[in-house]
């Protein structure tokens, strides 16, 4: 153990030194140290890309853009907005798709339903994962777990008036009464 | 006054007796390094300075246990105002203060109840204050509900961190932290000595990830109140209410969410949603227990008392305590870990003074072939380097001198991350010479 108070002294002495030295530098948290980890580790194909709205200088948040090249969303762009919480990888990351999209596992809100961003989520998994999670999404949509009910029962019973629906929808068309955002480009 | 308070506190020797006994002799059970007489109680009455992070429940309980034991300089730190659910626990507080800050409350009652003690009290945030702020107490005792609270404090202090060219920490550098914790009958309380007993972030693994509802579930077939209420706070409130940030501390947007939790719950003939549950899941308060808060607190208060005079060995160094079935308590001696990104000591490294950030990967990779290949390179809160997909944005550190990149000092911590290193960071010591 450590003996608290004949070290007293010094310890101001020396604290003077380092202020003297430079002054005190600001730290990274745990979460910042991982992220950055994550980031540079990073490989993304090339349906996908990544963008930094705060610059380079914040890891915490970004925007996925998903391209799916096959399936019922070929052809579409959809942006997922990531916030990293500071106690990052214990808690997973905050995402949410920034447009509406017509979509089983995704509501008109941009709330994504995928496991490992909720209940499965588990340090070990990184950026990386939850990034093919949500690529998953969209080469294999899950009537199963529906968020966006509707969109789910047609996808169950009727999948090719689902195809037609998601095509129009990606178009900026109408489904139902919903107006859904153009993300063909 | 009244004749019998006169009569009991006339004598300041009488009045420590039972901690004098502790301090001034020698006894089996003492510290190795341990002088006992009349400096040691000098410098627990005089010298020591203790802060408490929390005015709540364990912070109460704590304020009241560090005063009676002697300690005469404390600070409480709360962003808190007490509200009147707190009333049944956080004893230093009445009906009348309902509202008010909670450090200020409990810094006054206990100024007016212990003669010669001292309490500054600071209604704000731990974020709010410097970093350095932290450096003029001996002592942290951590009253807290929050994980993210602790690792901030305990970040804080393993960032004061000194280690010499051994990697031996710097005695004088050390800011130790007692931590407590309760959830029911269940607590915790633990000694960390950065950069000499694990810290908080060594042993994060402790703690269970919050249990969470698949949305799908909340969204579709919710089956109970808190499926309700969560589905009303996470989906219904930002859908509604776009822009507004939650706040589980105004009374209206409790209101709001438990309105609409209660009609969802109706709708879906579920029972149970009120506003005190849903004030629970929102803020996910933990039933809380008095008298565990007391015990652990206790334990806590007897390790700060210790770590100030030596007079007993410390704890080594958690200790759980579980009174759900019986009563038992165990110790556990955790261990550090070797590559821990807040506390490790990393490993030195010495470069020229002019070294540039492309020479000094050069010579890590040089250094460390088996696990660095294309290193990433952080300083402070800082990425000099990155590889990857942002790699062109830091292209035009790569000519810099590392003085520069490191705001013209010539030692500091600096994180290497490489895809080589599957799971860890490597931290390296370095100085330029």
Redesign the interface.
């Known amino acids: 153990?450590?003996?608290?108070?004949s070290?007293?002294a010094?310890?101001e002495k020396?604290?003077a030194e380092r202020e003297a030295?430079?002054?005190?530098?600001?730290?990274?948290?745990?979460g910042?140290?991982?992220v950055?980890?994550d980031?540079?580790?990073?490989?993304?194909p090339r349906t996908m890309s990544?963008a930094?709205p705060n610059g380079?200088?914040d890891?915490l948040n970004f925007v996925i853009a998903i391209k799916p090249d096959e399936g019922y969303y070929r052809g579409g762009t959809f942006e997922f907005s990531f916030a990293v919480p500071?106690?990052y990888p214990?808690?997973p990351p905050k995402v949410r798709c920034e447009r509406k999209v017509y979509h089983p596992?995704i509501?008109l809100?941009g709330?994504?339903?995928l496991?490992i961003?909720?209940?499965d989520?588990?340090?070990?998994l990184s950026i990386s994962s939850v990034i093919f999670g949500l690529s998953l999404l969209f080469s294999e949509p899950n009537p199963d777990?529906?968020?966006n009910?509707e969109a789910a029962e047609d996808l169950a019973r009727t999948p090719q008036n689902f195809a037609m629906n998601v095509r129009r929808a990606m178009q900026g068309g109408y489904v139902g009464q919903h107006r859904f955002s153009s993300c063909l480009r | 006054m009244s004749r019998l308070d006169v009569d009991f506190c006339v004598d300041e020797r009488a009045r420590w007796r039972s901690i004098d006994a502790l301090l001034l002799r020698r006894g089996r059970f003492t510290?190795?390094?341990f002088e006992p007489g009349e400096d040691v109680a000098r410098?627990l009455r005089e010298?020591?300075r203790v802060l408490v992070v929390g005015a709540g429940g364990l912070g109460c309980e704590l304020l009241k246990g560090l005063a009676l034991s002697g300690f005469t300089t404390l600070d409480v730190i709360d962003m808190d105002t007490i509200d009147v659910t707190n009333l049944n626990r956080q004893f230093l507080f009445r009906a009348e203060d309902v509202g008010k800050s909670k450090a200020e409350t409990a810094a006054r009652r206990v100024r007016e109840r212990v003669r010669g003690c001292a309490v500054n009290a600071h209604h704000g945030r731990i974020e709010e204050k410097e970093?350095?702020w932290y450096?003029q107490f001996?002592?942290i005792a951590l009253g807290l509900d929050s994980?993210?609270a602790r690792?901030y404090i305990n970040?804080?202090c393993c960032?004061f961190l000194?280690y010499d060219e051994d990697g031996n920490v710097?005695?004088?550098?050390?800011k130790?932290l007692v931590d407590g914790g309760t959830e029911g009958f269940k607590g915790h309380a633990r000694v960390i000595?950065p950069g000499?007993t694990p810290c908080f972030?060594c042993t994060?693994?402790l703690?269970p990830?919050?249990?969470?509802?698949?949305?799908?579930t909340l969204?579709?077939t919710p089956r109970n109140a808190a499926h309700c209420i969560e589905y009303a706070k996470?989906?219904q409130w930002?859908?509604e209410r776009y822009g507004e940030t939650f706040d589980a501390d105004v009374v209206e947007h409790m209101t709001w969410v438990y309105t609409k939790a209660l009609k969802r719950a109706e709708t879906f003939g579920i029972p149970g949603v009120t506003y005190a549950h849903t004030q629970g899941v929102t803020k996910n308060i933990i039933p809380a227990i008095p008298s565990t808060n007391a015990i652990i607190a206790a334990a806590c208060v007897i390790e700060t008392l210790k770590?100030?005079t030596?007079c007993a060995?410390?704890m080594n160094n958690y200790m759980m305590y579980v009174g759900t079935d019986g009563v038992y308590s165990h110790t556990v001696e955790y261990e550090r870990d070797p590559s821990c990104?807040?506390c490790s000591p990393g490993i030195a490294h010495a470069l020229n003074a002019n070294a540039t950030l492309e020479e000094f990967m050069a010579s890590i990779v040089a250094a460390y072939p088996d696990s660095l290949a294309e290193p990433?390179v952080?300083?402070?809160?800082?990425?000099l380097y990155?590889?990857?997909?942002?790699e062109s944005?830091?292209a035009e550190n790569l000519n810099k001198p590392m003085i520069e990149l490191m705001?013209?000092?010539?030692e500091?911590l600096v994180?290497v991350?490489d895809?080589k290193m599957k799971?860890t960071?490597m931290r390296l010591r370095l100085s330029l010479k």
């Open positions: 153990m450590i003996k608290l108070f070290v007293k010094k310890q020396e604290a030295n430079g002054g005190t530098t600001s730290r990274q948290s745990s910042e140290v991982r950055a980890k980031i540079s580790e990073l490989a993304l990544i930094f380079k200088d890891l500071t106690m214990h808690e596992n509501d809100d709330n994504v339903c496991n961003l909720r209940e989520w588990k340090p070990v777990d529906p968020l009910k | 510290g190795p390094d410098v010298h020591v970093d350095g450096k001996d002592i994980l993210e690792a970040a804080v960032g000194d710097d005695p004088a550098t050390i130790p000595v000499m972030n994060m693994w703690f990830p919050q249990t969470t509802f698949p949305l799908c969204a579709e996470l989906i930002p859908a770590m100030a030596m060995k410390g990104v807040v990433s952080s300083f402070g809160g800082k990425n990155l590889r990857g997909v942002l944005e830091f705001n013209g000092r010539k500091g994180v991350n895809k799971k960071s």
